[in-house]
């Protein structure tokens, strides 16, 4: 009797711990709550040093990132497979980098930009019906060498425009409306009309992609 007594009293403790354990692992955030809290507008921020936004869209397995601030000549495009969303690292052809981390509600992390210059950034949730990451495309842009970008918040806007790889000191920002009755936001620039570009997601029934549709 003593001794189921004793094993009663170690069983205890036991469960005790391992009810714990089990706890903390439920309490453990799904993977793909990241992808509810950026909704469709991804992350935006803010990269210390500068007068930068920063803007990421991340997927499954790939991400897209924009740095951008035309007052500063910084404009760098980063998009590739990742192999965990919750942790990225992604290098353009220019030999920039940006390495985030997510956690909580937020990502942070480092952007290193074709110059060597080094930054830290944070960027959260992007909320607004026309915010997130717009680049301009299509055959007459890459003709005419245009490369312009936008990143919007609720409030502000960042961008960079290129004519020719020959940087505008006043980027040209585009006028965005809704989208819904089948009409596409552009720009003007030389007498001439180019579309522009909304990044957003394509959703699968096991997985969530960034693709790029016309907004």
């Known amino acids: 009797m003593k001794m189921i007594m004793n094993l009663v009293r170690l069983a205890v403790p036991m ?16 993977e793909d709550s990241l992808f509810n809290i950026q909704g469709e507008n991804g992350f935006v ?34 998009n590739g497979n990742i192999s965990n969303p919750r942790n990225i690292s992604l290098t353009n052809s220019s030999g920039a980098k940006v390495d985030g981390k997510f956690s909580g509600s937020t990502f942070t992390g480092t952007v290193i930009l074709s ?9 959260s949730p992007n909320t607004g019906s026309l915010t997130g990451i717009f680049r301009v495309y299509g055959e007459l842009a890459e003709q005419e060498g245009i490369d312009a970008g936008w990143i919007l918040n609720s409030t502000d806007e960042r961008g960079s425009f290129r004519w020719n ?27 001439m009309s180019f579309p522009i570009r909304r990044f957003s997601f394509i959703y699968h029934p096991d997985s969530v992609s960034v693709i790029q549709r016309n907004g």
Do not use: R
Request: proline content about 5%.
């Open 15 to 30: 469960f005790m711990i391992l009810m714990v354990v089990a706890c903390k692992e439920d309490a453990v955030e799904p």
């Open 115 to 123: 110059n060597s210059n080094n930054y830290s950034f944070s960027a």
């Open 45 to 78: 921020g803010t990269v210390d040093g500068t007068d930068a936004f920063i803007a990421l869209l991340v997927a499954d397995e790939e991400a897209i990132v924009y740095v951008c601030n035309g007052e500063e000549e910084i404009s760098e495009w980063f």
């Open 165 to 191: 790889a020959v940087f505008q000191t006043t980027p040209k920002k585009p006028k965005l409306k809704p989208v819904s009755d089948g009409t596409s936001n552009t720009i003007s620039f030389k007498n």
